[in-house]
């Protein structure tokens, strides 16, 4: 798709994030399988569960743009995804293999809020007010489970790793 | 590098993050020239600046630890750099083209910020109080440059490009 005007950049990044969120979702189950703590099991858990009513959300953007949903290659997360199984393939201690889990679901968050981020500011600029309720409910899920990740690294993971 | 604990995994992210900086470096150059705002310019070229006192940071680090700096390769950055280049050389129109530069060099910030937060965070658990203090140094900066690269988007970049 050739892209002239910020109206098209914003659809590519669309389709770009909607790649990024599928393909997050053939992740997380690996990642959830490889972790040995059980809180950070259930704290991907439920990040597996809100992806998909993220993917929804997308759908609904799409729908309200005329647009069939369909997703374009993202070298990023392709590269932040094969980073996390790399190591996850490679650490044989589980209490490392916790910490490295967590951090790289950390790089996942942070390559979602930055994209939701730019998102929100373009659909506001585009006129585009009904994205902004479905992109800003994302954002704020993304940000709120970076927090979370922290919150555990600090309190339990990075400890046990130590 | 095989990698059996915190250490090593601390010392891997680090070699990574090393690879990220000067995969950065070579960037840079090309996001400025392409780039036509004048302050998206200004702002990138002191990036770039901060950028080159960046990678002495983190030699200083290697350093400290009695290792010797050298990088180990990220997909995650490769992937990040690869999106940027893709888009920058198909969107001829110059203020979208502006717009999707001032994205992407969020997407690297955003890269940087998760990676150095990890690397902070296993410091302290470490014990490599030395480390903290350049790598939080680091850490302020990507933060302070994403939110540079906000403002100027907000104020400026999206409405030219819209």
Partial sequence: ??????????????????????????ALPAMIEK???QDVKQLLTMHLDETRGQVQHLEAVFKMLGEQ?????????????????DLMGEIQDPDTRDAAIVAAAQAVEHYEI??????VSWSQIL???????HL???????????????????AKVNQKAA
Same sequence: chains 1, 2.
């Fill in 1 to 26: 798709m050739a892209i002239q005007s910020l109206q098209d950049l914003y659809l590519h990044t669309l389709k770009d994030i909607y790649f990024a969120e599928n393909a997050i979702l053939k």
């Fill in 127 to 133: 006129g585009h007010r009904d994205a902004i309720q």
């Fill in 35 to 37: 972790s040995s703590a």
């Fill in 114 to 119: 930055t994209r939701y981020g730019t998102l």
């Fill in 69 to 85: 949903a369909s997703g374009e290659e993202c070298p990023a997360i392709e590269g932040i995804i094969e980073e996390a199984e």
């Fill in 136 to 154: 800003t409910a994302i954002l704020d899920q993304e940000k709120a489970a970076d927090k979370k990740l922290t919150a555990i690294a600090e």
